[in-house]
């Protein structure tokens, strides 16, 4: 039988020749990746390990198993290379057997350099350099399944509902001479045997099988196959699979097992506060307990292949998933094979796994610019998985700038949009227009509203929120209108928070908070649930709980300031420093306007659910609560700029200033001059035509990166002198 060594222990690793002793999972890039600059370490790091000859038995083959070393890996042992991999995100062997020696030193050259063939390479989130998921020293008999196929378990079961009943497909791949190949298959839980089946490959009938019936019922049965030679089980390999059917309605939307099931979703990256990516299984767990908290059905697990526990986890828990590859806003002419080959391993490493309901090819690729090479590399990849599970549909999560009629369309069975329309530029209502119009011009593709989110850090606060000013307040409205927005929308299959978590995007500069993403509806530290969290929860979740909004807004000037309490139960009483103040019976979101004066202590009952907040009265607002250089909207309402008569102006519309052909070199220069992300994105038509409401002040002041007073002024000269 197979023996299975954790390997995380005793590594050395080097940076720039500084040796420290560390324990995997291990990123050189916690710190430094997430604290802005775009000056992350991107290079060559070593780990090192001594290990004893391990107990071989004759013929016994010995793999190095490492589950996510990022992004390119060289693994020797003993100073011979044993073998590499290209690509962060999933499983690799590396077979040792014949260059063991009875003391040894493995050696890995890891690096996260800047390449044009390993993708990602431009992408809104840190990629952490490091051997940052777990390491196994593996010992398999001469006769075992495979560990060569994509880094897959060797053996394959998937299962298709047909009617009632449920086919399970099974196969085996085995190295080397056997007598028999044995499947048995059981009721995960109980371990009661439901079925027997042999053969390298087999179809196992269950009549009326016990569904895997997302989050209420994550029914499962577990696969164990069993490889015989001379009469005896040589190796084992088991693995969990459950029976469900999902059908993504254009028209009706999601549907699981025959029944509607509009997918309350959220996305996450794998990071958290102080590690970076290399996470332990328990903040896994964590992650995922939150989500099904806040009570979502479905994550997209971003923007490429998770943790193997991450799905396993997934599956247990009844979450359904999105899973893709890291093939984002950018196509590289030489990364074809990479994301073939990362498709090829996220499909053959999870293909087992009830909760995956499809597989994108690829997030916002034309973020970047449209070419026909990558719209022939999206047509091989969408056959490529087809050819290897055609038990799922292929899905492409697209940036809002791509134009309905772009002929991408017509490649992935199911489509998503990222809208940030309420955030990046416009309204949230124009997210649903968008919708209703993609919708109109392709009415038979399933669409998803795949991204939408606001950023929110939790030291800005505000009783008078705008777009833009990265509050608290502002997060939870922007949230409010989009939860309206998909629930009129029935014909969606989906939608998905951007994002579950805060997280590292090293590049970035906003909202005061450099190196950080913080559209999370809770911090990168996991410690708080931001008010939207519970505006959430309390559409999603059963879980009975009141929560009073603004408890980080304490200071308060206004005279009567407005106390939002959310809740999933169907009344709610407040209470002013212990008296009963107003009950309101309503759903979800209950208002109230209470005249404040000194200290305040406020308490919302419902039943046995309460909670309790304290804010004080103050005579002027409390500046720590604004967003340095927020000032600049006050300084802009104060500071009149100069607008010539017939000459264009910050305060005119891109619409307005597009009106010349000036007007239009004028804007692409200043899109080419960056946008404060490291996406370049062209000015083209659709970006003219999503930009056309915009006042080019609006557009300067949600820079963070550049000096906005300046900036405003030099660009007033400049538009000056252009005609309208
Ligand atoms: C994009 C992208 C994300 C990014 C997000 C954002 O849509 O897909 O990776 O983080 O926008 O700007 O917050």
Same mark, same amino acid.
């Given at each position: 039988?197979?023996?299975?060594?954790?390997?995380?222990?005793? @590594?050395?690793?080097?940076?720039?020749?500084? $040796?420290?002793?560390?324990?995997?999972?291990?990123? @050189?890039?916690?710190?430094?990746?997430?604290?802005?600059?775009?000056?992350?370490?991107?290079?060559?790091?070593v780990?090192?390990?001594?290990?004893?000859?391990?107990?071989?038995?004759?013929g016994?083959?010995?793999?190095?198993?490492?589950?996510?070393?990022? +992004?390119?890996?060289? &693994?020797?042992?003993?100073?011979?290379? =044993?073998?590499?991999?290209?690509?962060?995100?999933?499983?690799?062997?590396?077979?040792?057997?014949?260059?063991?020696?009875?003391?040894?030193?493995?050696?890995?050259?890891?690096?996260?350099?800047?390449?044009?063939?390993?993708?990602?390479?431009?992408?809104?989130?840190?990629? *952490?350099?490091?051997?940052?998921?777990? &390491?196994? %020293?593996?010992?398999?008999?001469? $006769?075992?399944?495979?560990?060569?196929?994509?880094?897959?378990?060797?053996?394959?079961?998937i299962?298709?509902?047909?009617?009632?009943?449920?086919?399970?497909?099974? #196969?085996?791949?085995?190295?080397?001479?056997y007598?028999k190949?044995?499947?048995?298959?059981?009721?995960?839980?109980?371990?009661?045997?439901?079925?027997?089946?042999?053969?390298?490959?087999?179809?196992?009938?269950?009549?009326?099988?016990?569904?895997?019936?997302?989050?209420?019922?994550?029914?499962?049965?577990?696969?164990?196959?069993?490889?015989?030679?001379?009469?005896?089980?040589?190796?084992?390999?088991?693995?969990?699979?459950? $029976?469900?059917?999902?059908?993504?309605?254009?028209?009706?939307?999601?549907?699981?097992?025959?029944?509607?099931?509009?997918?309350?979703?959220?996305?996450?990256?794998?990071?958290?506060?102080?590690?970076?990516?290399?996470?332990?299984?328990?903040? !896994?767990?964590?992650?995922?307990?939150l989500?099904?908290?806040?009570?979502?059905?479905?994550?997209?697990?971003?923007?490429?292949?998770?943790?193997?526990?991450?799905?396993?986890?997934?599956?247990r828990?009844?979450?359904?998933?999105?899973?893709?590859?890291?093939?984002?806003?950018? !196509?590289?002419?030489?990364?074809?094979?990479?994301?073939?080959?990362?498709? =090829?391993?996220?499909?053959?490493?999870?293909?087992?796994?009830? =909760?995956?309901? =499809?597989? /994108?090819?690829?997030?916002?690729?034309?973020?970047?610019?449209?070419?026909?090479?990558?719209?022939?590399?999206?047509?091989?990849?969408?056959?490529?998985?087809?050819?290897?599970?055609p038990?799922?549909?292929?899905?492409?999560?697209? /940036?809002?700038?791509?134009?309905?009629?772009?002929?991408l369309?017509?490649?992935?069975?199911?489509?998503?949009?990222?809208?940030?329309?309420? @955030?990046?530029?416009?309204?949230?209502?124009?997210?649903?227009?968008?919708?209703?119009?993609?919708?109109?011009?392709?009415?038979?593709?399933?669409?998803?509203?795949?991204?939408?989110?606001?950023d929110?850090?939790?030291?800005?606060?505000?009783?008078?929120?705008?777009?833009?000013?990265?509050?608290?307040?502002?997060? /939870?409205?922007?949230?409010r209108?989009?939860?309206?927005?998909?629930?009129?929308?029935?014909?969606?299959?989906?939608?998905?928070?951007?994002?579950?978590?805060?997280?590292?995007?090293?590049?970035?500069?906003?909202?005061?908070?450099?190196?950080?993403?913080?559209?999370?509806?809770?911090?990168?530290? #996991?410690?708080?649930?931001?008010?939207?969290?519970y505006?959430?929860?309390?559409?999603?979740?059963?879980?009975?709980?009141?929560?009073?909004?603004?408890? #980080?807004?304490?200071?308060?000037?206004?005279?009567?300031?407005?106390?939002?309490v *959310?809740?999933?139960r169907?009344?709610v009483?407040?209470?002013?420093?212990?008296?009963?103040?107003?009950?309101?019976?309503g759903?979800?979101?209950?208002?109230?306007?209470?005249?404040?004066?000194?200290?305040?202590?406020?308490?919302?009952v419902s039943?046995?659910?309460?909670?309790?907040?304290?804010?004080?009265?103050?005579e002027?607002?409390?500046?720590? *609560?604004?967003?340095?250089?927020?000032?600049?909207?006050?300084?802009?309402?104060?500071? &009149?700029?100069?607008?010539?008569?017939?000459? $264009? +102006?910050?305060?005119?519309?891109?619409?307005?200033?597009?009106?010349?052909?000036?007007?239009? /070199?004028?804007?692409?220069?200043?899109?080419?001059?960056?946008?404060?992300?490291?996406?370049?994105v062209?000015?083209?038509?659709t970006?003219?035509?999503?930009?056309?409401?915009?006042? %080019?002040?609006?557009?300067?002041? #949600?820079?963070?990166?550049?000096?906005?007073?300046e900036?405003?002024?030099?660009?007033?000269?400049?538009?000056?002198?252009?005609?309208?």
């Amino acid at each position: 039988m197979r023996t299975i060594i954790p390997f995380q222990d005793q @590594w050395m690793f080097t940076k720039e020749d500084v $040796c420290t002793p560390v324990t995997l999972p291990h990123t @050189w890039n916690a710190v430094d990746g997430a604290d802005g600059g775009n000056d992350y370490y991107r290079g060559t790091c070593v780990y090192t390990k001594q290990f004893e000859m391990p107990d071989v038995q004759l013929g016994s083959l010995v793999y190095l198993e490492f589950l996510g070393v990022n +992004s390119s890996a060289k &693994v020797y042992v003993n100073d011979l290379l =044993c073998g590499s991999h290209d690509g962060g995100y999933s499983t690799f062997r590396v077979e040792i057997t014949d260059v063991l020696e009875e003391h040894n030193t493995v050696r890995v050259e890891v690096n996260n350099e800047i390449s044009d063939r390993v993708y990602p390479q431009r992408a809104d989130f840190t990629f *952490y350099g490091g051997i940052y998921r777990d &390491v196994n %020293l593996l010992i398999v008999p001469s $006769c075992h399944f495979s560990m060569d196929r994509d880094g897959s378990p060797g053996i394959l079961a998937i299962s298709k509902m047909k009617g009632k009943s449920a086919q399970i497909f099974l #196969r085996a791949v085995v190295d080397d001479l056997y007598d028999k190949i044995v499947y048995r298959i059981t009721e995960d839980d109980s371990g009661t045997v439901i079925a027997e089946a042999e053969g390298e490959r087999a179809v196992v009938k269950l009549e009326k099988p016990h569904l895997w019936n997302g989050v209420s019922d994550p029914f499962l049965y577990r696969v164990t196959a069993s490889v015989y030679q001379d009469g005896a089980v040589m190796d084992e390999v088991s693995l969990c699979i459950g $029976c469900r059917s999902f059908v993504f309605d254009p028209k009706k939307g999601f549907l699981l097992n025959g029944k509607s099931y509009p997918l309350h979703g959220v996305s996450r990256h794998q990071d958290r506060e102080g590690f970076g990516n290399a996470l332990t299984k328990e903040m !896994h767990r964590e992650d995922l307990e939150l989500i099904r908290e806040m009570g979502a059905n479905a994550v997209r697990l971003a923007h490429y292949q998770h943790d193997p526990y991450v799905y396993d986890l997934c599956d247990r828990m009844g979450l359904i998933v999105w899973a893709e590859i890291p093939y984002i806003s950018e !196509h590289m002419t030489k990364g074809n094979l990479n994301a073939e080959q990362q498709m =090829c391993e996220l499909i053959h490493q999870n293909e087992h796994h009830a =909760c995956i309901a =499809c597989w /994108a090819l690829s997030n916002e690729i034309t973020a970047s610019g449209y070419s026909e090479e990558l719209y022939r590399e999206h047509v091989y990849l969408n056959e490529l998985a087809h050819a290897l599970d055609p038990s799922r549909p292929t899905a492409i999560a697209n /940036a809002f700038m791509l134009p309905a009629d772009s002929p991408l369309h017509e490649v992935a069975d199911v489509i998503g949009y990222n809208l940030y329309f309420g @955030w990046y530029l416009g309204t949230a209502d124009q997210n649903g227009e968008f919708l209703d119009a993609f919708h109109a011009a392709h009415p038979d593709k399933p669409l998803a509203l795949t991204e939408y989110g606001a950023d929110a850090f939790l030291k800005w606060q505000t009783a008078d929120p705008k777009r833009g000013d990265y509050t608290e307040q502002y997060q /939870a409205e922007f949230h409010r209108a989009i939860l309206k927005i998909l629930a009129e929308r029935p014909y969606l299959w989906g939608g998905f928070v951007w994002n579950m978590f805060d997280f590292a995007a090293d590049a970035r500069n906003e909202g005061g908070m450099p190196g950080r993403n913080g559209k999370g509806l809770v911090t990168f530290d #996991r410690k708080i649930r931001k008010d939207a969290f519970y505006l959430y929860k309390a559409y999603w979740s059963e879980e009975p709980f009141v929560h009073i909004c603004g408890r #980080r807004y304490i200071d308060r000037p206004e005279e009567i300031t407005t106390v939002t309490v *959310y809740t999933n139960r169907p009344s709610v009483t407040l209470l002013v420093n212990g008296k009963r103040f107003s009950e309101q019976i309503g759903r979800y979101i209950f208002t109230f306007l209470v005249p404040l004066e000194g200290e305040v202590v406020l308490n919302a009952v419902s039943g046995t659910c309460t909670d309790e907040i304290r804010i004080r009265k103050v005579e002027t607002a409390n500046p720590d *609560y604004i967003l340095p250089g927020q000032e600049i909207v006050n300084w802009l309402d104060r500071e &009149v700029l100069p607008q010539p008569e017939g000459y $264009c +102006s910050i305060y005119d519309t891109v619409g307005t200033i597009c009106g010349s052909s000036d007007g239009i /070199a004028f804007m692409e220069s200043l899109m080419q001059e960056g946008n404060g992300t490291n996406i370049q994105v062209p000015f083209d038509e659709t970006m003219q035509e999503m930009m056309k409401n915009e006042t %080019l002040a609006s557009i300067v002041i #949600r820079r963070n990166d550049i000096n906005k007073e300046e900036a405003l002024k030099v660009l007033n000269r400049r538009l000056n002198r252009i005609a309208k």
